[in-house]
């Protein structure tokens, strides 16, 4: 007989997203390389859409400007230390 594992299962919360470019109606972009301290950890790895509360939308676009400043040499790779 197949195990029932529906009991072990933890509850799914559906946590509504602010996110901050929807709010402000605005995109992100390579240009605004300031601004992306706040959706890099610590070591300078991109954070998911579940830490920093982005949209999916915008976790796409937000990700390759990331990778588009780093590559123009605007933000390090990673953080040394």
């Known amino acids: 007989m197949p195990k029932d594992n529906r009991k072990n299962r933890r ?13 402000k109606k605005t995109e992100p972009r390579w240009e605004d390389y300031e601004n992306f301290g706040d959706f890099l950890s ?7 859409k579940t830490m920093n509360g982005v949209c999916n939308k915008h976790q796409k676009v937000l990700a390759k400007a ?10 390090p790779f990673t953080n040394k230390g």
Do not use: D, T, Y
């Open 11 to 23: 509850p799914v919360i559906k946590v509504e997203r602010n996110c901050s470019f929807c709010a």
């Open 42 to 48: 610590a070591r300078g790895r991109i954070l998911g």
């Open 66 to 75: 990331i990778k588009q400043a780093r590559h123009l040499a605007l933000i």
